[in-house]
């Protein structure tokens, strides 16, 4: 298993350009199958999940390669609509490919992601968002099987703003017959991204950004060319790491409207932030102060895939903050990781109480997730000592190849790829 190894205490310096993101990259690679073609994305991040991604849509009969940052997906030879098990239980956004195979094929047959890590995640608005538009849908054990002669626009009201089954819903109600509204709609700037780019494809969509999104159904879409936006999470990512190690750097290739809350957060603890255009300057020259109260909520309130990151930085403040958690139950398990390396933090129920030490220690500690293990790294790069991060491979899902960025801003950073004997 590779680890990373880092050597703290060392402020970030220099200027980084932040990749493609994530989130908006996987639903529109899944989009690109409702239009046979060529679709040429740029900007697409180098990441495990969406190397997934594009293996599941060669299962599906696609073609897709890369060169550097762009990605080329051919979809004229997709002819199945069937997801295989063992690829859809490596990434739960494999369920993205719901709508969009729905609306090309009539029908789709996926198993249950299960849950993961971090909480249980359902699909039932997904599912129940689909049937509205018409499809049926039969669970055979683990096995989903959906299908629709015809989708119909309709209105929709998500009993809560799921990002997932807003965008589910908006890619399958894209070629319905007539006009489908959703209520309550996640407002992520993802949505935004793919509404952007299902609209180059030929669809007439107004509204993502908002919670009332309208999508008149087309009949034809075509192949696309498309510029993912910047990933918001990897630049908090660096922001918080910068204010950790008291550093000062410049974050290039970056949208700040998608990250005010973020910004409002570390201004209140204290950290100094310029922003011009797609540029932030973040600097920390003293030690942060409290945040009294964090609570993660839908955009555009504070992002849950940064609280982890921000605890790291709280858990070095001076007083006593609190993280109260509202999206998914299991996302404390770094909380443990982080008290091996001094930190002070008590967690009861979804609140986290984080009373600031004057510095963390060097450890061995485990990513369990993702968003965890990049808070484990920015903890690393805070603490006094070697600290070793374990389980690297949770972490490539999202940042392409951490290390690599924080050398550039001058951490002492490298990875341990044991040989096959070790
Ligand atoms: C997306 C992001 C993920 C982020 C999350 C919340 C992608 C690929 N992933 O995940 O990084 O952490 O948004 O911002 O974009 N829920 C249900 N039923 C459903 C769907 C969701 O109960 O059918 C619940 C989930 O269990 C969770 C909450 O809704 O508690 C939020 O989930 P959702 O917004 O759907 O997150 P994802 O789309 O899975």
């Given at each position: 298993?590779?680890?990373?190894?880092?050597?703290?205490?060392?402020?970030?310096?220099?200027?980084?350009k932040?990749?493609?993101?994530?989130n908006?990259?996987?639903?529109?690679?899944?989009?690109?199958?409702?239009?046979?073609?060529?679709?040429?994305?740029?900007?697409?991040?180098?990441?495990?999940?969406?190397?997934?991604?594009?293996?599941?849509?060669?299962?599906?009969g696609?073609?897709?390669?890369?060169?550097?940052?762009?990605?080329?997906?051919?979809?004229?030879?997709?002819?199945?609509?069937?997801?295989?098990?063992?690829?859809?239980?490596?990434?739960?956004?494999?369920?993205?490919?719901?709508?969009?195979?729905?609306?090309?094929?009539?029908?789709?047959?996926?198993?249950?992601?299960?849950g993961?890590?971090?909480?249980?995640?359902?699909?039932?608005?997904?599912?129940?968002?689909?049937?509205?538009?018409?499809?049926?849908?039969?669970?055979?054990?683990?096995?989903?099987?959906?299908?629709?002669?015809?989708?119909t626009?309709?209105?929709?009201?998500?009993?809560?703003?799921?990002?997932?089954?807003?965008?589910?819903?908006?890619?399958?109600?894209?070629?319905?017959?007539?006009?489908?509204?959703?209520?309550?709609?996640?407002?992520?700037?993802?949505?935004?991204?793919?509404?952007?780019?299902?609209?180059?494809?030929?669809?007439?969509?107004?509204?993502?950004?908002t919670?009332?999104?309208?999508?008149?159904?087309?009949?034809?879409?075509?192949?696309?060319?498309?510029?993912?936006?910047?990933?918001?999470?990897?630049?908090?990512?660096?922001?918080?790491a910068?204010?950790?190690?008291?550093?000062?750097?410049?974050?290039?290739?970056v949208?700040?409207?998608?990250?005010?809350?973020?910004?409002?957060?570390?201004?209140?603890?204290?950290?100094?932030?310029?922003?011009?255009?797609?540029?932030?300057?973040?600097?920390?020259?003293?030690?942060?102060?409290?945040?009294e109260?964090?609570?993660?909520?839908?955009h555009?309130?504070?992002?849950?895939?940064?609280?982890?990151?921000?605890?790291?930085?709280?858990?070095?403040?001076?007083g006593?903050?609190?993280?109260?958690?509202?999206?998914?139950e299991?996302?404390?398990?770094?909380?443990d990781?982080?008290?091996?390396?001094?930190?002070?933090?008590r967690?009861?129920?979804?609140?986290?109480?984080?009373?600031?030490?004057?510095r963390?220690?060097?450890?061995?500690?485990?990513?369990?997730?993702?968003?965890?293990?990049?808070?484990?790294?920015?903890?690393?790069?805070?603490?006094?000592?070697?600290?070793?991060?374990?389980?690297?491979?949770h972490?490539?899902?999202?940042?392409?190849?951490?290390?690599?960025?924080?050398?550039?801003?001058?951490?002492?950073?490298?990875?341990?790829?044991?040989?096959p004997?070790?």
């Amino acid at each position: 298993m590779e680890k990373l190894v880092i050597e703290g205490g060392r402020p970030l310096s220099g200027a980084i350009k932040i990749h493609g993101a994530k989130n908006a990259a996987l639903p529109i690679l899944a989009a690109c199958i409702m239009a046979s073609g060529t679709h040429t994305l740029h900007n697409v991040p180098n990441l495990l999940d969406i190397e997934v991604m594009l293996q599941i849509l060669r299962a599906l009969g696609c073609k897709a390669d890369r060169q550097g940052e762009t990605v080329n997906v051919h979809s004229s030879k997709a002819n199945s609509s069937y997801i295989p098990e063992e690829l859809m239980g490596q990434m739960r956004s494999s369920i993205f490919l719901m709508g969009p195979l729905l609306a090309r094929f009539g029908s789709v047959t996926v198993y249950q992601p299960g849950g993961c890590a971090i909480g249980e995640r359902k699909i039932d608005l997904h599912l129940r968002g689909l049937e509205a538009l018409g499809a049926k849908i039969e669970e055979k054990g683990n096995m989903i099987v959906c299908t629709a002669d015809v989708l119909t626009g309709t209105e929709i009201v998500l009993d809560f703003p799921s990002v997932g089954a807003t965008e589910n819903i908006m890619m399958a109600a894209v070629k319905a017959e007539g006009v489908t509204t959703i209520f309550n709609a996640a407002r992520e700037p993802e949505i935004q991204d793919l509404q952007n780019f299902l609209n180059t494809m030929g669809a007439d969509i107004i509204g993502a950004g908002t919670d009332t999104i309208t999508i008149r159904g087309v009949k034809t879409l075509a192949p696309s060319e498309y510029n993912i936006i910047p990933d918001r999470i990897v630049a908090g990512t660096i922001l918080v790491a910068a204010a950790a190690t008291r550093g000062t750097i410049t974050l290039e290739r970056v949208n700040p409207s998608h990250l005010t809350s973020v910004i409002h957060v570390l201004r209140r603890a204290g950290v100094q932030i310029l922003v011009n255009d797609d540029i932030i300057h973040v600097s920390c020259p003293t030690r942060p102060k409290a945040v009294e109260r964090i609570v993660t909520s839908p955009h555009p309130s504070f992002p849950t895939d940064l609280q982890s990151q921000i605890m790291v930085l709280l858990s070095l403040a001076d007083g006593l903050s609190i993280i109260k958690e509202t999206i998914f139950e299991g996302r404390f398990k770094h909380v443990d990781e982080l008290s091996r390396m001094g930190a002070d933090i008590r967690v009861d129920l979804n609140s986290a109480f984080i009373r600031g030490v004057p510095r963390l220690y060097g450890a061995t500690v485990e990513a369990t997730d993702l968003r965890a293990g990049a808070a484990l790294v920015i903890a690393g790069l805070a603490a006094h000592g070697t600290t070793i991060v374990e389980q690297v491979h949770h972490i490539d899902r999202g940042y392409d190849r951490i290390e690599h960025m924080l050398s550039r801003l001058g951490a002492v950073i490298y990875r341990h790829t044991p040989v096959p004997s070790e």
